[in-house]
């Protein structure tokens, strides 16, 4: 059994992490604000040593690294990913200040592994699947943001000699995922035989499952030797469009109804090429995803049609994320 800390616990990847953790006996600690919704992770409650803390409250990020005392330390907690999630005070202070408070505090603590989740983001838009050496150009505050936490990591694992690693994940998708996604809205709407407002058919996205990413922390932190403070893409090497992922959903939900192409405001990240090289960590740790696109979607079905409870929740929170998001694109300049 190993001690493992997970920051970001309760949001989609960190709550999938947590509860892997658990099922295969580990000691889970999660790290969380007073003020996170927990849903996803509030039936493991007696399973998991939970730690309310800010992680720009320097002092407290440290007693609580030092109180869970783990081996493995899970670095998900993010701000900005999100379009409801557009204030760039709190993008830089939770991802570049927190980021750092994580780092002082497992130096002082001591630890095993450190694995940091960086987001495809980072390399901004590119016309190929980019290496992770490759020139970075972020193009939102949140991809800033980001890279800089990257590059801490980077440099935390070369001054260190630790097992200090950043896995840029790009489109996850699976159980507990965020509401108001388009993955969640395909099959919360397609459930009731509907299609969500859709933005352009030919935005690309890669899309890797949760599992497989969780296989990638695991094997980040426990895998072979690596040179620390590598970087290694997450994601499946295969790029889906949106048209394509509306497909398979009509099919896998058997929706008649067609497809409403621009009845959503396009995203600023949308773009025709998103794709990962995947070969670094395929070499490196012997990671490849297992999933392909529709059987992770079909998956990711039977999950929701397991939980008709969750389908209230997932309609109300998207609900909610869209008005946000529209008062925020309208606030800005």
Known sequence: MTTALVTG???????NLT???????HEAHVLVRAESRTWRIDDLARDVTRHEVDLEDAAGVLRAVEAARAEWIFHLAARGAYAWQADAGEILRTNVVGTANMIDAAARAGFGAFV?????????????????DEAL???????VAKASATMLCTLFGRESGDRVLTL????????????GRLLPNLIVHGLAGRLPALADPGAAHDFVHVDDVVDAFLRAAAGGPVEPGSVFNVGS????????????ARR???VEAEPRWGTMEPRPWDTAVWVADRGRIGHALGWAPMHTFEEGFRRQAEWFRARPQLLPLYERLANERTAVAASAAGDSP
């Open 137 to 143: 150009a972020p193009s939102s505050a949140y991809a």
């Open 9 to 15: 616990a309760a949001g989609f990847v960190g709550a």
């Open 237 to 248: 090497g295969v790029q889906t469009t949106i048209g394509e992922a509306v497909s398979v």
């Open 168 to 179: 840029r994940l790009y489109s996850v998708f699976g159980p507990w995922e965020e509401p």
């Open 116 to 132: 940091n989740a960086g987001t495809s983001s980072e390399y901004g838009p590119k016309d190929h699947a980019p290496r992770e």
């Open 252 to 254: 896998v939900l058997g």
């Open 19 to 25: 509860r892997r953790l658990v099922a295969n006996g």
